[in-house]
Antibody, heavy 114, light 115 residues
Framework: EVQLVESGGGLVQPGGSLRLSCAAS????????MNWVRQAPGKGLEWVSY????????YYTDSVKGRFTISRDNAKTSLSLQMDSLRAEDTAVYHC???????WGQGTLVTVSS | QAVLTQPAALSASPGASASLTCTLR?????????IYWFQQKPGSPPRYLLR?????????GSGVPSRFSGSKDASANAGFLLISGLQFEDEADYYC?????????FGGGTKVTVL
């Protein structure tokens, strides 16, 4: 059974940093690209970032470029999102999702507030 | 103008068919766009329903009922999610998505009410 479990969310002040993790199991993690997708409270879905299976190809949505960094550790079957210079508008539930979006984690809530 | 536009809401009766529209911005060609569809219920992550490019290039998600299907209309520059035989359990938010300019882009979502 495929499982994606996010962690690392919490309350952080504007300008602060947070690192999200996604633990993957139930499939050959190293063969697949991965995504982060977020959803602000009461709002729609917003794709954040993608990383290819070997980490060589990375994409970001414009609003997080230069502030967020996606990475992966295939040996540990783990996906990460380093979030710096956080803003109030980054407040959302962050989901990790498989490259083809066929599997999703439950998400972790990030709240940026003073 | 948004890349993908979806009606905010749609309501239909049980047993009826519902067609959800995802209109691509002018200049983005639906003919060359694979359109993904997701269902999301309150408190749950999105569920992958299907992707549709053509009748020969389509994929349904695992366990997705056959009453969910996709289509496209070049004249409308839009993709569609058809739900036939609506059931109360289909009440949810539905999102479309495409790959555009090196980014995945979601539509704003359509809230489907079954009443």
């Amino acid at each position: 059974e495929v499982q994606l479990v996010e962690s690392g969310g919490g309350l952080v002040q504007p300008g602060g940093s947070l690192r999200l993790s996604c633990a993957a199991s139930g499939f050959t993690f190293s063969n697949f690209g991965m995504n982060w997708v977020r959803q602000a409270p009461g709002k729609g879905l917003e794709w954040v970032s993608y990383i290819s299976s070997d980490g060589s190809t990375i994409y970001y949505t414009d609003s997080v470029k230069g502030r967020f960094t996606i990475s992966r550790d295939n040996a540990k079957t783990s996906l990460s999102l380093q979030m710096d210079s956080l803003r109030a508008e980054d407040t959302a539930v962050y989901h990790c999702a498989s490259g083809a979006f066929d599997f999703w984690g439950q998400g972790t809530l990030v709240t940026v507030s003073s | 103008q948004a890349v993908l536009t979806q009606p905010a809401a749609l309501s239909a009766s049980p047993g009826a068919s519902a067609s959800l529209t995802c209109t691509l911005r002018s200049g983005i060609n639906v003919d060359t766009s694979r359109i993904y569809w997701f269902q999301q219920k309150p408190g749950s992550p999105p569920r992958y329903l299907l992707r549709y490019n053509s009748d020969s290039d389509k994929e349904e998600g695992s366990g997705v009922p056959s009453r969910f299907s996709g289509s496209k209309d070049a004249s409308a520059n839009a993709g569609f999610l058809l739900i036939s035989g609506l059931q109360f359990e289909d009440e949810a938010d539905y999102y479309c998505m495409i790959w555009h300019s090196s980014a995945w882009v979601f539509g704003g979502g359509t809230k489907v009410t079954v009443l």
